[in-house]
């Protein structure tokens, strides 16, 4: 499945969700987790980007989908590192469906409490 991006141009740009195109200053900006955490979660085998030829670390877009969820279960759910892990390792064994609908969920809770901030 192919996500879409808009250009300013009004130009569709087809993004594979799997290729890594985002370097860590990127995805710290886009979801508010700090490099050092990133790098952390890279050495502790939580979220592994593939590397470059010079090794930095670039992620993709399921990579970023993923990090949002490992926040939502360390902010919201108080799951510490150890936890992350596992959670991770059993995650390896679940059907993709069921991943996306555990991801999902944890992104509707976030907007709902965005949204009860927010008012």
Do not use: C, W
């Amino acid at each position: 499945m192919l996500r879409e991006l808009y250009l300013l141009e009004f130009k569709v740009l087809k993004i594979d969700p799997d290729e890594a195109v985002y370097v860590i200053s990127v995805v710290s900006k886009l979801t508010g987790v700090p490099p050092k955490t990133l790098r952390l979660y890279d050495e502790k085998g939580i979220l592994s980007p593939k590397r470059t030829p010079k090794n930095q670390r670039l992620y993709s877009q399921r990579d970023v989908e993923k990090l949002r969820y490992l926040v939502y279960l360390s902010n919201l759910k108080h799951v510490n590192i150890a936890g992350l892990q596992e959670i991770i390792r059993i995650l390896e064994y679940v059907p993709p469906e069921i991943r996306e609908e555990l991801m999902q969920e944890a992104e509707t809770e976030i907007e709902n409490i965005d949204n009860e901030h927010n008012q």
